[in-house]
């Protein structure tokens, strides 16, 4: 079974500073898809980045990167220059293939001004 | 457009009492439409997916169940319902060819 395990329920991070959230996952799979979405107050689900487990190469949108360590099954998230409109729930999923997405439990992030 | 409409936004409702959840989507054709609920406080979990008309996996047994009449419209319904059942349901798109998901605003249920 996939499983996706983000281990840190809440952060905060003071306005234009750095932060990274971590998530884990499980899987015997080679080849498979990770994202990240974040839910604002709002509840709205927004793509943030994703990583296609094929490439080595780490996904950068702007402000947002991942660091992908596919052996250690790792994909973390780093924003930098934080923002008050970055305040919001932090979803890591995985994605084996088309029907099969799993999210983990979400990280709550506070950015302080 | 990625557009995803879901109606009701929020909805309360009695226990015992049926449910039917709305979900519309615009553009490309023959998407793979998904059913999440999240309870307060936890992740997303999948209750149905369809890849086509009429066509309507189920993830997890419960109380609900799901429709798909036509090839954008996704509906998510329950004869009875339980107070278990209050969360936030969110509507998913998958396009065709695109190994991701957009979601749509949600509708927030709450059961009394």
């Known amino acids: 079974a996939q499983t996706v395990t983000q281990s840190q329920p809440e952060m905060s991070v003071q306005e234009a500073e750095t932060v990274t959230l971590s998530c884990t996952y499980d899987t015997s799979e080679s080849n498979y898809y990770l994202f990240w979405y974040k839910q604002p107050p709002s509840r709205q689900m927004i793509l943030v980045i994703r990583q296609e487990a094929y490439k080595q190469q780490n996904a950068t949108e702007n402000r947002f990167s991942v660091n992908f360590q596919k052996a250690a099954k790792s994909f973390s998230l780093k924003i930098s220059d934080s923002q008050l409109g970055d305040t919001a729930m932090y979803f890591c999923?995985?994605?084996?293939?088309?029907?099969?997405?799993?999210f983990g439990t979400g990280t709550s992030l506070t950015v302080i001004p | 457009s990625q557009t995803i409409h879901q109606w009701p936004a929020t909805l309360v409702q009695p226990v015992g009492s049926p449910l039917s959840l709305e979900c519309t989507v615009e553009g490309t054709s023959n998407p793979n439409l998904y059913w999440y609920r999240q309870a307060a406080g936890r992740g997303l979990q999948l209750l149905f997916y369809?890849?086509?008309?009429?066509?309507i996996s189920s993830e997890v047994p419960q109380n609900l169940s799901a429709s798909r009449p036509q090839d954008r419209q996704f509906i998510l319904s329950s004869k009875k319902l339980l107070l278990s059942d209050s969360g936030f349901y969110l509507c998913a798109r998958e396009p065709s060819g695109r190994d991701e998901q957009f979601f749509g605003p949600g509708t927030r249920l709450t059961v009394l």
């Open positions: 999923a995985f994605m084996k293939r088309r029907n099969q997405f799993y």
């Open positions: 369809s890849v086509g008309i009429g066509q």
